[in-house]
């Protein structure tokens, strides 16, 4: 057995244990019906990674899957366990990437720089103390390793439970199932003054529509909710450093994100996941109040959208492609601020579920989806568009990393879908985040 094959037999294993485990889990047993906030604090440097606790928060719900306890997708760069102490048993798992994992891979961190942000984990509450195990992979291989244990006592006397914030939240689309069978999204609007409340609703309105009339969201609105947080600030529009404005926001979002000038995130997850927890979420979307061209997606964090682009549609299915469903940029060609050998490090397999090294049709992840009469790797040839095959070029590379379509959502704007492989891809984190069985 060789060792990409060693690889595969473990991935299956590992995903047979996880259901195994899952299915031996009771969520009566082991959790409340409320949620836990962890808010920790994550200082990484190129070589290492430190963790501490800022402050526990009690959340009325848990809102995300009961029977799913253990993350069946394997994607992101982080991976936090929750691990009952009495036991030594995993009762929780969930993947997710940060501002601080990307920043990570920049030339400002290269050079020995290190960065501290806020990193607020949240499950649903135990009843009894936990610890958590915070991992990260490693880059020479893509393996998850433990970066942090930290102990939890979820019933001590002085956890809060208390609000930071009193926004209004309205819903905007409701599912025709409960919250643990709901793929529940939370606007929350930055860039808005009380002023401009009524703007706010309109955009909000329209993301909502916008999301269930893309596919495949049009297929599952039956059990996708959408929320809105009436979030204000004192500024109006997000702070653009290259021109020199700075607005006070609710949470803080900004273009010229690590000097790149389409790059709109906030590295404020303290604030924004406190605002949030005013509505039951399992995906977060802000809407920033601008008319420039931008946008930022991080997968299990957040998918950040400005309201009045002319690329409207495009940028808000491409970022919750990254934000919700865990896909990686296809293009290649455009500059990004990350060395590429730190965001995929030559040799190790993207856990993405829409890049892949593999050549040999039997290990590349999507090649169930690829006809038998398409060539592998894939020519760059016009009579290949809307086919599923291997295409070179993708995650910031134009060589050595592959894309399963030659456009996509994911690739280029423009009127092109997300392709077969992404839809599934989506889909899968449906039937996930909506306590479906998804198989591994
Ligand atoms: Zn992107």
């Known amino acids: 057995m060789n060792r990409l094959m060693a690889g595969a037999m473990w991935l299956l294993m590992s995903g047979v244990a996880a259901q195994v485990q899952a299915q031996q889990l009771r969520y009566e ?42 993350d069946p997708t394997g994607y992101g760069k982080y991976r936090f366990k929750v691990i009952d102490k009495a036991t030594s048993k995993v009762v929780f798992s969930q993947g997710y990437c940060t501002l601080l994992g990307e920043w990570i891979t920049t030339e400002e961190a290269a050079s020995g720089a290190g960065r501290s942000m806020s990193e607020p984990l949240r499950f649903p509450r135990p009843k009894a103390p936990v610890q958590l195990v915070v991992e990260g992979r490693v880059e020479k291989t893509g393996k998850f390793a433990e970066l942090a244990r930290i102990e939890i006592d979820p019933s001590a006397y002085d956890v809060p439970s208390e609000k930071h914030f009193d926004f209004a939240v309205t819903t905007l689309h409701e599912s025709k199932t409960d919250l643990a069978r709901s793929v529940d999204v939370v606007v929350v609007p930055d860039g808005y003054s009380p002023l401009e409340m009524d703007k706010m609703r309109a955009d909000a309105a329209r993301l909502s529509r916008l999301l269930l009339a893309s596919t495949p969201f049009d297929r599952h609105a039956d059990r996708l909710s ?44 303290r604030t924004l996941k406190r605002i949030a927890a005013l509505s039951p979420y399992d995906t977060i979307v802000v809407v920033v109040n601008t008319n420039r061209y931008g946008g930022g997606g991080i997968p299990g964090w957040y998918s950040i959208y400005p309201s009045d682009s002319e690329y409207d549609e495009y940028v808000f299915q491409h970022e919750f492609g990254h934000g919700f469903a865990g896909l990686g940029d296809e293009y290649y060609t455009s500059p990004t601020s990350y060395d590429e050998d730190a965001f995929y490090a030559a040799g190790v397999e993207p856990w993405e579920p829409n890049l892949t090294i593999e050549t040999a049709r039997a290990k590349i992840k999507w090649g169930a989806f690829i006809p038998a009469e398409v060539p592998v790797p894939t020519p760059d040839d016009p009579k290949y568009d809307g086919v599923v095959g291997l295409f070179e070029g993708g995650g910031y ?22 392709g077969p492989v992404n839809e599934a891809a989506i889909e899968k984190m449906i039937r996930y985040l909506s306590d479906e069985e998804v198989r591994p």
Not at 57 to 67: D, L
Request: charge should be positive; proline fraction near 7%; hydrophobic fraction near 40%.
């Open 397 to 418: 590379k134009a060589k050595g990393i592959f894309r399963p379509t030659r456009n996509s959502k994911m690739f280029h704007k423009g009127e092109v879908g997300f």
């Open 226 to 269: 959408v929320r809105l947080v009436e979030a204000v600030g004192r500024g109006s529009g997000p702070d653009e450093p290259r021109k020199g404005w700075f607005q006070p926001t609710a949470v803080g979002t900004t273009f010229d994100t690590f000097r790149s000038p389409r790059y709109l995130t906030t590295a404020d997850m």
């Open 29 to 70: 047993d082991i959790f409340t019906s409320e949620a836990l906030r962890v808010e920790l604090v994550h200082t990484a440097y190129r070589d290492r990674d430190v963790f501490a606790l800022e402050a526990l928060a009690i959340e009325p719900v848990w809102p995300g899957p009961r029977r799913n306890l253990i």
